[in-house]
C-alpha cells in the first residue's frame, strides 16, 4: 500500500513539474508575442471567467465524492454519475452568467464578448474530470496524469505553431476550448481500458442532496478563494484597461512561481504534523511552529530574490514592452509571506476541523479585496491591485487568527515567526 501512495505521489508531482516549467516558458513566449494589451485582454477575460468557474469545477466536491465511493463503493456509478450532472449544470450556470456579466459592463467589445464565451464554454468539458476522482480513489493517478500530460504537450504544440503562424488572439482561446475537449476525451479512454463505462453512470436526486450538503460551505470557500484571487485582474481591466492587466499578469506568474517549493514542503510534512498531534497539543505547536519559522524564511528569501532579479528575469523572459512590470514585482512578491504561511496553516484548519473559519476569514478578504481594488486602482493602477492583495490575504492568512479565539495561538505564533531574528533562532537551536 505505502509503495501504492508514493508512487501515486511521484506521478502527481510530475505532472506540476511539467506543467510548471514547460508551461512558464511557453507562457511567457505568448505573453512577448500578444505584447501587453492583447496579453491582457487574454487574462482579463480568463480571470473575468475564473470568477463563475468555481460553479462548473466544484473542485471541493471532488474530496466528498472520493470518500463516498471509498465508503459506498457499490454505488460507485450512481456516485460519479450524480457528481458529473451537478458540475455540468454548473458550467451551464457559468456560461450565462460570464456571457451576460460581460455584455453589461463591455457592450461595444465584440472581442472581448466572444473571448468570454468560447472559453465559458470550455468549463462543459471538466465535468468529466470526475473521473479523476475514481482513479483517485483506486490509486491510479498515474492514467490520468498520462492522458493530461499528454493532452498538455499536443496543445503546447499548438500554441507554439500558433504564435509561429502569427495567430490572431481569439485563436489562444479556441485552443483552451480545444484542451478541455481533449483532456475529457482522454479521460474517458483511460476509464474505458481500465475495465469501466460512462453508460453505467446515474443521476440519483437523493445523492445530489447528500453532496451538496456536506460540500457547500466548501463550495462556497472555493467561490470566495475565486474573487479572492482572480478580481484584482478583473477590476484593473474594467477600471484602467486591459494594458495594465497585461503587466499585472506576469508580475502574478512571478510571484506564483516562488510557491511550488513551499505547497510541495508543506504536503510533504502534512500527514507527521498531523501524527504529531496524536501525541498532545504541545507536540503538534512546536512543529507548527517550525513549519511556521521555515515558511517564513522561504518567503523572505524568495522575495529579496526576485527583487533584486526581477529586471534582468523580465527584460529576458518577457522582453521590454513589460519593463514596468518590475515595479510591481517589487510589491507584488511580498504576498508570497501571507500565501505561504496559509498553506502552514491550513494544517491547523484541519486538524482543528476549523472549516467554517477558514470560509469566513476567506470571504472577509475577498470583499476586502473588492473594495481595496476600487480605492487604490483609480491612483496606482496595478501597484494599487498589488497592495490591495497584500492587505488582503495578510488579513485573511494572519489578522483574522486575532478576531477568532480559537485561532489566536496561531497569530502569536504567526508573529514570532515574521520576527526574522526570532526565527532564525529558533531555527538554529532546533
Known amino acids: 500500500m505505502l509503495k501504492k501512495v508514493i508512487n501515486n505521489t511521484i506521478w502527481l508531482s510530475l505532472e506540476q513539474i511539467l506543467r510548471l516549467g514547460l508551461g512558464f516558458f511557453v507562457g511567457a513566449w505568448l505573453a512577448r508575442y500578444l505584447q501587453p494589451q492583447q496579453y491582457g485582454l487574454l487574462n482579463y477575460t480568463m480571470g473575468f471567467v475564473g470568477l463563475f468557474s468555481p460553479l462548473a469545477y466544484l473542485n471541493d466536491l471532488n474530496q466528498i465524492v472520493v470518500r463516498d465511493i471509498t465508503l459506498e463503493s457499490s454505488d460507485k456509478n450512481e456516485i460519479i454519475g450524480t457528481s458529473f450532472t451537478l458540475k455540468l449544470l454548473g458550467s451551464l450556470i457559468t456560461i450565462f452568467l460570464s456571457t451576460v456579466t460581460i455584455i453589461l459592463l463591455r457592450p461595444n467589445d465584440n472581442l472581448s464578448q466572444s473571448l468570454i464565451i468560447i472559453l465559458s464554454f470550455s468549463t462543459i468539458f471538466y465535468s468529466f474530470n470526475t473521473i479523476d476522482c475514481w482513479f483517485q480513489q483506486q490509486i491510479k493517478s498515474k492514467y490520468t496524469v498520462i492522458a493530461k500530460n499528454i493532452t498538455f504537450i499536443f496543445i503546447t504544440l499548438g500554441r507554439i505553431l500558433l504564435i509561429s503562424t502569427n495567430a490572431p488572439l481569439i485563436a489562444f482561446a479556441w485552443v483552451m476550448f480545444v484542451e478541455g475537449a481533449l ?156 500565501m505561504f504561511l496559509g498553506f502552514a496553516k491550513n494544517i491547523w484548519v484541519i486538524a482543528e476541523n476549523q472549516g467554517a473559519y477558514t470560509l469566513t476569514s476567506t470571504v472577509i478578504g475577498a470583499i476586502m479585496n473588492i473594495f481595496l481594488n476600487l480605492w487604490l486602482i483609480a491612483s496606482y493602477q496595478a501597484i494599487g491591485a498589488a497592495i490591495a492583495t497584500i492587505i488582503s490575504y495578510g488579513f485573511a492568512d494572519y489578522i483574522s487568527c486575532l478576531f477568532y479565539k480559537p485561532a489566536r495561538p496561531i497569530f502569536g505564533m504567526i508573529t514570532k515567526s515574521l520576527t526574522l531574528t526570532s526565527c532564525i533562532s529558533r531555527i538554529l537551536r532546533k
Not at 207 to 223: M, N, Q
Not at 277 to 290: N, S, V
Not at 301 to 316: D, R
Open 183 to 338: 483532456s475529457s476525451i482522454a479521460l474517458v479512454i483511460a476509464y474505458y481500458i481500465s475495465g469501466q463505462a460512462l453508460t453505467k453512470w446515474k443521476f440519483c436526486f437523493k445523492r445530489a442532496k447528500k453532496l451538496l450538503k456536506d460540500s457547500w460551505t466548501l463550495i462556497l470557500s472555493g467561490l470566495a478563494i475565486s474573487i479572492y484571487l482572480r478580481i484584482d485582474q478583473t477590476m484593473l481591466g474594467q477600471i484602467i484597461g486591459d494594458y495594465e492587466v497585461g503587466i499585472y499578469s506576469v508580475a502574478v506568474r512571478l510571484s506564483e512561481l516562488c510557491c511550488f517549493l513551499p505547497s510541495a514542503f508543506v504536503t510533504s510534512v502534512f500527514s507527521s504534523i498531523i501524527q504529531a498531534k496524536e501525541k498532545g497539543d504541545t507536540e503538534f505547536y512546536r512543529r507548527l511552529q517550525q513549519l511556521f519559522d521555515i515558511m517564513v524564511l522561504m518567503a523572505y528569501g524568495f522575495a529579496i530574490l526576485m527583487i533584486f532579479s526581477s529586471k534582468i528575469l523580465v527584460n529576458l523572459v518577457y522582453g521590454e514592452h513589460y519593463a514596468a512590470t518590475t515595479n510591481v514585482v517589487a510589491v507584488h512578491i511580498w504576498s508570497i509571506i501571507f
